[in-house]
């Protein structure tokens, strides 16, 4: 899931910042290390009434910039830093037909410290949730063009009534993976891994001023017959009036074999207080393979009830990732989105993207 929040004078701070880094090299001071990466796509879309071609940020993985970095303050007790500001000039997920150019930010991120032990992980600061990505783990080497979050390329742009050429609800209201709570203040902790396993914890207040508690399992394993890696969590938002308390279940786990070939799975049910609310599911499948620098995927997502009480928005597409070098990516993209509602006719959206990622 992913949350922007932009301010004037955080540039002021990126200055202060960049000097204070640079004089890390000072006897006693801490050393953090700058990274991060530019990301830019051409994306042609086409609503069944008009297409068009645009530039964008791909918000799959935005363009950023993060200071990291840890230290030991006794023996056993490590302190820990993740400053990291993402810069959006055209999010791909704000574009729409009538908005094809939207103004840069720059957009807060992380603002957060650490301190790790035996004990485990303490957080605390702007940051993730426990359960934060537990909706997108994902093997199969594609995700800087296609996992779980459909919305994040092409969510501003809305389903057009076949009747009458007029616009209704966008991808983004009718299909989200349910990713929980995002970024947000909050203090967590994560245990030491117990064997294959990990657990975490969180709670705080979110970007909108609701309170929220998170909790997340979260699997790693290395063997034989490949890589497996999956996560459940659990989140809670009080959100106060109608809705009370927002509840999210769900979770992701995903499988690579030793001959490059991968699937992953989510699902996820989000509920609250509203009386005769149904609740928000949805369910995602990706099946891909990974071959020397190349990987391809095709994947499918699925929502429902997210806009509108009855309605099914479905997506499915292909992808293709290309890494020459650790620090470049070329990749190239083709997805559909159908929305299904009671009452109305639709045409599909579809977009053919193409782009690439540069790291440093």
Do not use: C
């Amino acid at each position: 899931m992913h949350r922007f929040r932009g301010t004037k004078s955080m540039s002021r701070a990126v200055t202060a910042a960049l000097g204070l880094i640079a004089a890390s090299g000072t006897a006693g001071a801490f050393e953090a290390k700058i990274s991060g990466h530019v990301n830019r796509m051409i994306m042609r879309v086409d609503d069944g009434q008009q297409s068009k071609v645009l530039h964008a940020d791909n918000i799959n993985s935005q363009t950023r910039f993060r200071f990291v970095g840890t230290q030991e303050v006794t023996p056993g007790l490590t302190a820990g830093l993740n400053w990291e500001v993402g810069w959006t000039s055209n999010p791909s997920s704000s574009l729409s037909m009538t908005s094809p150019s939207v103004a840069a930010t720059l957009n807060e991120r992380h603002t957060d410290l650490f301190f790790k032990g035996k004990w485990g992980t303490v957080s605390f600061g702007q940051g993730d949730g426990a359960a934060n990505g537990g909706m997108e783990v994902d093997l199969s080497g594609t995700t800087v063009i296609q996992y779980s979050g459909f919305s994040d390329i092409g969510g501003g742009f809305a389903f057009r009534n076949k009747a009458g050429g007029a616009a209704g609800s966008t991808i983004g209201a009718t299909l989200s993976n349910l990713d929980f709570e995002s970024r947000y203040d909050r203090l967590r902790y994560d245990t030491p891994a117990l064997g294959p396993l990990k657990f975490a914890a969180s709670s705080g207040t979110t970007s909108a001023g609701f309170d929220a508690t998170e909790f997340a399992a979260i699997l790693g394993s290395d063997f034989a017959a490949g890589k497996l890696a999956g996560a459940l969590g659990w989140s809670q938002e009080k959100r106060g009036g109608v809705a009370g308390d927002e509840q999210t279940l769900g979770g992701s786990i995903s499988f690579l074999a030793r001959n490059g070939t991968n699937i992953s799975f989510a699902h996820a049910r989000k509920e609250d207080d509203t009386l005769g609310k149904p609740d928000h599911k949805f369910t995602y499948v990706k099946l891909g393979h990974q071959w020397g620098k190349h990987a391809v995927a095709i994947d499918y997502g699925q929502g429902k009830h997210m806009a509108l009480a009855g309605d099914k928005s479905k997506a499915y597409g292909i992808g293709y990732v290309w890494t020459p070098e650790k620090w470049a990516e070329l990749y190239a993209g083709f997805k559909v989105h159908k929305l299904e509602r009671p009452g109305a006719d639709f045409d599909n959206i579809s977009f053919l993207s193409a782009g690439t990622r540069i790291k440093f």
